[in-house]
């Protein structure tokens, strides 16, 4: 079965920056997408189609593609950035989502 | 206003059965795909499966074909997700989520916790 693969914990202290990855061989065909849980609440999706932000999301998250490899950065990190982030893709066959295990932000 | 607003908690036994819904409001509900996702506690999330309201057509994960049904009634903009027998290991939060352009989930439920106990 397809997987996607997360580090599963990163941390950063205030105004720095945070980089997640996310592997997975589909991901030079399909494009990811990133979503942020805080705790308690639904996913927000905060990158589209790689690079893209969605209107309302704080222009200190971008995204880029690589290869296989997909990264989310947070720059200039919050204490408010402390979540859980997820990346998204669709299989091979693009009939079938796939999540990645998520990463835990937390914020020094 | 884009909103999916799911039904309330359920507290089940095991081998009971279960019905949960979505209604899709503020877009065409008959144009988009709508997916399900489990998150177990303190786990992260799973695609369980897609339908689309207008048609119906499914899509099942793997991992979820056979445990579980997904269904829609056009007519009241609403999908469920269902189960025939519950067991312990079903208790989890279940989103729904409406499937943009490629595969964004771009509006997401608040989220329907089943609690799944003896």
């Known amino acids: 079965s397809y997987e996607l693969t997360q580090p599963p914990s990163v941390s950063v202290s205030p105004g720095q920056t945070a980089r997640i990855t996310c592997s997975g061989d589909a991901l030079s065909k399909q494009y990811a997408y990133w979503y942020q849980q805080k705790p308690g609440q639904a996913p927000v999706l905060v990158i589209y189609?790689?690079?893209e932000r969605p209107s309302g999301i704080p222009e200190r998250f971008s995204g880029s593609s690589s290869g296989t490899t997909v990264t989310l950065t947070i720059t200039r990190v919050q204490a408010e950035d402390e979540a859980d982030y997820y990346c998204?893709?669709?299989?091979?066959?693009?009939?079938?989502?796939?999540f990645g295990s998520g990463t835990k932000v937390t914020v020094l | 206003e884009v909103q999916l607003v799911q039904s309330g908690a359920e507290m089940k036994k095991p081998g009971e059965s279960l019905k949960i819904s979505c209604k899709g409001t503020?877009?065409?509900?008959?144009?988009?795909?709508i997916g399900w996702v489990r998150q177990m506690p303190g786990k992260g999330l799973e695609w369980m499966g897609i339908?689309?309201?207008?048609?119906?057509?499914?899509i099942y994960s793997p991992s979820f074909q056979g445990q579980v049904t997904m269904s829609a009634d056009k007519s009241i903009n609403t999908a469920y997700l269902q189960w025939r027998s519950l067991e312990a290991s079903d208790t989890a939060m279940y989103y729904c989520?409406?499937?943009?352009?490629?595969?964004?989930?771009?509006?997401w439920g608040q989220g329907t916790l089943v609690t799944v106990s003896s």
């Open positions: 503020g877009f065409r509900f008959t144009s988009y795909w």
């Open positions: 339908i689309h309201p207008g048609d119906p057509d499914t």
């Open positions: 989520a409406r499937r943009g352009d490629a595969y964004i989930l771009d509006f």
């Open positions: 189609q790689d690079i």
């Open positions: 998204q893709s669709a299989d091979s066959t693009g009939t079938r989502f796939v």
